[in-house]
């Protein structure tokens, strides 16, 4: 199966958002990595948010793995209101993309 170019470039920005940890912008990687395909593709906001937040914790999941093998002085991981803005902005991020798609396809309807 071959991913769409927006739903691949959305995605993988959600996931270096994972790999950044608690660094503030992992946030906005998030947020952006939501918006791409949920406005460029259409569908339902859950998916985008659900989608987006897998790859987030994929990264995580990634950084958590390399920190514990390596020595290098690398992020932190996300404190508990670190998690809980992401999942906030990002369910955001997919309900504005979507609901923006929506309108535009109802006025390209309505010519």
Same mark, same amino acid.
């Given at each position: 199966?071959?991913?769409? !170019?927006?739903?691949?470039?959305?995605?993988?920005?959600?996931?270096?958002?994972?790999?950044?940890?608690?660094? !503030?912008?992992?946030?906005? &990687?998030?947020?952006?990595?939501?918006?791409? !395909?949920?406005?460029?593709?259409?569908?339902?906001?859950?998916?985008? &948010?659900?989608?987006?937040?897998?790859?987030?914790?994929?990264?995580?999941?990634?950084?958590?793995? +390399?920190?514990?093998?390596?020595?290098?002085?690398?992020?932190?991981? !996300?404190?508990?209101?670190?998690?809980?803005?992401?999942?906030?902005?990002?369910?955001?991020?997919? +309900? +504005?993309?979507?609901?923006?798609?929506?309108?535009?396809?109802?006025?390209?309807?309505?010519?």
């Amino acid at each position: 199966m071959f991913l769409k !170019p927006r739903m691949l470039l959305g995605l993988a920005i959600a996931f270096v958002g994972g790999l950044a940890g608690n660094d !503030p912008m992992a946030t906005w &990687f998030v947020v952006v990595g939501t918006f791409i !395909p949920a406005c460029g593709l259409g569908g339902t906001w859950w998916m985008w &948010f659900v989608l987006s937040l897998s790859a987030w914790a994929g990264g995580g999941g990634v950084l958590m793995v +390399v920190r514990l093998g390596s020595g290098l002085d690398l992020p932190g991981s !996300p404190t508990q209101l670190d998690t809980i803005m992401t999942v906030l902005a990002a369910c955001s991020s997919a +309900v +504005v993309g979507t609901s923006l798609n929506w309108a535009a396809s109802r006025m390209i309807r309505q010519r």
